[in-house]
């Protein structure tokens, strides 16, 4: 005996309604199958098409003037670009670099300040982070030593009421 779900028993009473010649339960279950296969094929095919899409979406790229401000893409802070983006000096060394990251925006109060520096690697992976306090750090200025490392490092100055905003320098 075979047991059918109530969506089932539906789709094969449907059939048997506008299909009369289907009158045997394995012509429908064939004519079901080949649906089914269809489905499941057309569902395969639309996610191998849009997925890549959808995760490429994000890429930095994209998300600059938005997730984060450089400042090609200053977003809706294009007035804060001088004030907020993280210069960068690179001062190379044997074994690696000494890197400096500086943000011209005033350190006076928690009412507007920048709250930290991040730095990333060629992968925007962390690396290292400098927290700012108003009123007992004097600027947003941050010094990393990066042993062994060479290729593009990225600079996040956070700022409390203007968002993140990306620079990058090679090493």
């Known amino acids: 005996m075979n047991l059918i779900t109530w969506q ?3 789709t094969r009473a449907i059939l048997i309604f506008l299909w009369p010649k289907f009158r ?26 849009v997925a890549p899409r959808v995760i490429l979406a994000n890429t930095p790229d994209q998300m600059a003037g938005g997730v984060y401000h450089t400042s090609e893409a200053p977003g809706r802070w294009n007035k804060k670009v001088s004030s907020h983006l993280p210069n960068i000096e690179v001062e190379k060394q044997a074994n690696g670099a000494k890197i ?53 490092i990225y600079a996040l100055s956070a700022c409390n009421q203007h968002d993140t905003w990306l620079n990058m320098a090679e090493i």
Do not use: W
């Open 8 to 10: 089932e028993c539906d």
């Open 24 to 49: 045997r339960i394995s012509d429908m279950e064939a004519v079901m199958d080949r649906r089914k296969f269809i489905q499941f094929g057309l569902a395969g095919t639309t996610g191998t098409l």
């Open 100 to 152: 400096q990251v500086f943000t011209r925006h005033e350190l006076d109060d928690y009412e507007h300040y920048i709250i930290k520096h991040v730095i990333l690697d060629s992968n925007y992976r962390f690396i290292d982070e400098r927290m700012f306090i108003p009123g007992k750090d004097k600027e947003p200025l941050s010094e990393f030593t990066l042993e062994g490392y060479s290729g593009p």
